[in-house]
């Protein structure tokens, strides 16, 4: 077996250093940051993730996990390096590619002091040509050794999602290699066959700058695809009797289509779809192509926000003095992640407009807070959040959620308007209450 080393941990880091660990791999994780890095040692995530903490515990008290805050010091103890750092964008939609340089140049360091051929995979998104263009000659100007001789180099991109990382690490749906030669590719190879054993999922072998595409593609069909049966559900929407998610549930049976991501809502957010998006078309205009399709697809999402605040313009006439409850703050169900949440985005155009907030999410008040501050209140229950307000706007799809009744919007609520944001109510019981929601056309009149 052999020793692996994390460079960065953010959720992709930490969730697969943590599964290394829980198979018995020797792993050393390096985080730069002091104070993230010492909460992970004492077994304490930075992020909240289905059974990471137990495992993180876990792999830290058998010592098959140790956290060390240098890169330097984690390639040294290892013979495969993981890029795990973050890919952040810019203003102008490029990648800062900041932490890869650094990564990259800590790497070089420790590779000169080494004897042995040490590999190294690059599973941070980045745009294509990065891999090749920026890590390589970095790890060679550091390290004074060349690449594909003195050490090993591929591009693996990465597919979890957050909600279900560590699912996704040990069940991927499919590996991507891309490798600098043969023997980078195979060594990438053999340590998946050895990681999943008879669970091996398909592994797509290519060169860097297509497995760097891959990752993009997966990430713009996915997002293209929910804001396609957003569309769906806006067309739905002025066609009386039309109901998207039957429309969905037919759709899906086609094995070109499947069921998969076609929830129409408030749209997609987190750190990934918008990021990863803005940057492919960044990427793309640079070599002289417009991607229309993938701005429209970001277009699409962003209306879908303005069209739910027409919505609550239409039930509440003024929003200015209003008392609005939003049900979930997560830019998903199951993780305390806000960037980029539809929350934020809804919640800043309504107290813009002059309304008063009372919010509730089972996970993410305290990362809302450190965006939001005091200007909204926080509500302890979903109960507590209704309670008095004017209109109710359901933005995550939380399973707690599902529980609630329309009797407890209409106990709780002074005016029982819901805006069900996730299609997450079944509207013939939602009846007793003003109930808006997605991708529903006005009920057709009964045939006589
Ligand atoms: C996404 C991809 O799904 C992962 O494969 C990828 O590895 C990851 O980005 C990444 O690039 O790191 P993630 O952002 O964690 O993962 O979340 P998703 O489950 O893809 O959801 C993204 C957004 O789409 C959420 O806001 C969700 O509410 C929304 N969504 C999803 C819908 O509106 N409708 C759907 O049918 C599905």
């Given amino acids: 077996m052999r020793w692996i080393s994390f460079v960065g941990l953010g959720p992709v880091g930490l969730c697969t250093a943590v599964c290394f660990a829980a198979k018995g791999y020797k792993v050393t994780a390096s985080e730069i940051d002091k104070t993230k890095a010492i909460q992970i040692k004492r077994g304490k995530p930075p992020f909240y993730e289905q059974n990471l903490k137990e495992m993180l515990q876990e792999t830290i008290n058998n010592e098959n996990l140790k956290i060390?805050?240098?890169?330097?010091?984690?390639?040294?103890?290892?013979?495969?390096?993981?890029?795990?750092?973050?890919?952040?964008?810019?203003q102008d939609g490029n990648m800062n590619l900041t932490y890869v340089i650094n990564a990259s140049k800590d790497i070089g360091k420790a590779l000169k002091k080494k004897e042995e051929t040490?590999?190294?995979?690059?599973?941070?998104?980045?745009?294509?040509?990065?891999?090749?263009?920026?890590?390589?000659?970095?790890?060679?100007?550091?390290?004074?050794?060349?690449?594909?001789?003195?050490?090993?180099?591929c591009f693996n991109p990465e597919f979890l999602s957050e909600g279900n990382a560590i699912r996704g690490t040990l069940n991927p749906d499919y590996i991507a290699i891309g490798g600098y030669n043969q023997k980078s590719t195979e060594t990438l190879e053999n340590l998946y066959k050895e990681f999943h054993k008879e669970?091996?999922?398909?592994?797509?072998?290519?060169?860097?700058?297509?497995?760097?595409?891959?990752?993009?593609?997966?990430?713009?069909?996915?997002?293209?695809?929910?804001?396609?049966?957003?569309?769906?559900?806006?067309?739905?929407?002025?066609?009386?009797?039309?109901?998207?998610?039957?429309?969905?549930?037919?759709?899906?049976?086609?094995h070109r289509i499947n069921p998969y991501f076609l929830e129409a809502g408030l749209g997609w957010g987190g750190s990934?779809?918008?990021?990863?998006?803005?940057?492919?078309?960044?990427?793309?205009?640079?070599?002289?192509?417009?991607?229309?399709?993938?701005?429209?697809t970001i277009e699409t999402n962003q209306n879908?926000?303005?069209?739910?605040?027409?919505?609550?313009?239409?039930e509440l006439k003024t929003i200015k003095g209003k008392r609005i409850a939003v049900l979930g703050l997560a830019f998903k169900p199951?993780?305390?992640?806000?960037?980029?949440?539809?929350?934020?985005?809804?919640?800043?155009?309504?107290?813009?407009?002059?309304?008063?907030?009372?919010?509730?999410?089972?996970?993410?008040?305290?990362?809302?807070?450190?965006?939001l501050n005091q200007k909204i209140r926080y509500a302890s229950s979903a109960i507590e959040c209704l309670k008095n307000a004017?209109?109710?706007?359901?933005?995550?799809?939380?399973?707690?959620?599902?529980?609630?009744?329309?009797?407890?919007?209409?106990?709780?609520?002074?005016?029982?308007?819901?805006?069900?944001?996730?299609?997450?109510?079944n509207p013939r019981e939602f009846k007793k209450l003003r109930y808006i929601t997605i991708g529903l056309g006005k009920p057709l009149e009964p045939q006589l």
């Fill in 199 to 254: 669970n091996l999922p398909p592994i797509i072998k290519t060169n860097i700058p297509t497995a760097e595409l891959i990752k993009y593609a997966n990430n713009a069909f996915l997002a293209t695809k929910i804001s396609l049966i957003n569309t769906i559900a806006n067309i739905c929407e002025k066609t009386p009797g039309a109901d998207v998610t039957k429309v969905a549930e037919a759709i899906g049976n086609d």
């Fill in 334 to 371: 199951n993780t305390d992640d806000v960037r980029e949440a539809r929350s934020i985005k809804i919640i800043s155009q309504l107290l813009t407009q002059g309304a008063t907030i009372t919010a509730y999410d089972p996970m993410a008040t305290s990362n809302t807070k450190k965006i």
């Fill in 390 to 425: 004017d209109c109710a706007i359901l933005v995550t799809e939380w399973e707690e959620f599902k529980k609630l009744k329309s009797e407890d919007f209409i106990q709780s609520m002074r005016q029982p308007i819901l805006i069900d944001g996730r299609r997450l109510y």
């Fill in 272 to 296: 990934c779809f918008p990021k990863d998006l803005k940057a492919f078309i960044a990427y793309s205009k640079k070599l002289g192509y417009n991607p229309t399709l993938i701005q429209a």
């Fill in 68 to 90: 060390v805050t240098s890169n330097e010091e984690a390639v040294l103890q290892s013979d495969v390096t993981l890029i795990t750092v973050g890919t952040p964008t810019k």
């Fill in 118 to 153: 040490q590999f190294i995979a690059v599973k941070s998104t980045v745009t294509p040509g990065t891999t090749l263009n920026v890590v390589k000659p970095t790890l060679e100007k550091y390290s004074g050794k060349k690449c594909g001789k003195d050490f090993l180099l």
């Fill in 304 to 314: 879908q926000i303005k069209f739910t605040m027409q919505k609550i313009k239409q």
